[in-house]
């Protein structure tokens, strides 16, 4: 690499970096995400120049006879691997009852590695592992809503406080059917001399769940419902 102009093939290889992390910013960015299209593009040159400077950077010391010349590529991809990796736990947020982010920080993870295939020159593997993520991101989120709103089941438990007099077991008694989601009592507290009943609502699909607890709220002798 010549550290006065331009090299062909280092450009070729962050040009391609720059479009395979692209196509998959894009996918995040259209779905919603906090880490989309810049983030993604900027992970995929920063790992690509790595890659490019472990393979090109050091090639003018090769012909000169006192020098010892070695370089050691394995060790920059392996530290792209854990910068990224400090970098993707930071997207991750835990919340009540969710961890948020989890795919969009395997993604980041993801075209980390593309970006550094790129660099190191193997163009075609770069692609197919792009197209593959790109594909698998887009491809599988019907599925994945498919699966949350049919097949998976949901739970969630609440905090009910009741009025006084209430008999916990008596209003889950009104609230239970047949549609295949369960109401249980976990247990029973004193909270500000009012009466919490601690409830499971679980069940499938989520929409099932959801129904459920609505009902559950609109109750005359529910004062107040919180999520656990």
């Not at 010549?2 to 391609?16: I, K, M, Q, S, W």
């Not at 400077?53 to 792209?80: C, H, K, M, Y």
Request: with cysteine.
């Amino acid at each position: 690499m010549n550290h006065y102009g331009l090299d062909t093939d280092a450009v070729v290889r962050l040009a391609v970096a720059l479009a395979l992390g692209a196509a998959i910013g894009l996918e995040r960015e259209l779905s919603g995400q906090t880490a989309g299209l810049r983030t993604h593009i900027a992970v995929c040159i920063g790992a690509c120049l790595f890659g490019v400077i472990s393979t090109l950077g050091f090639s003018e010391f090769q012909n000169v006879p006192t020098t010892v010349f070695r370089a050691d590529v394995s060790r920059v991809a392996s530290n792209v691997v854990v910068g990224v990796g400090f970098l993707g736990a930071g997207m991750i947020v835990k919340r009540p009852g969710e961890v948020a982010n989890l795919t969009t920080a395997a993604s980041v993870w993801t075209v980390a590695a593309v970006g550094l295939t790129c660099g190191v020159g193997d163009l075609g593997t770069g692609t197919v592992a792009a197209l593959l993520t790109l594909g698998y991101l887009a491809a599988l989120r019907p599925v994945r809503r498919w699966i949350e709103q049919v097949a998976a089941r949901s739970h969630c438990l609440l905090a009910v406080t009741l009025a006084d007099g209430t008999v916990p077991h008596e209003i889950l008694g009104r609230v239970q059917d047949h549609s295949g989601v369960t109401v249980r009592l976990k247990g029973v507290e004193k909270s500000d001399g009012r009466l919490v009943a601690l409830v499971q609502v679980e069940g499938r699909p989520e929409a099932a769940v959801a129904t459920m607890t609505g009902r559950l709220a609109a109750l005359g002798e529910v004062t107040d419902m919180a999520r656990q």
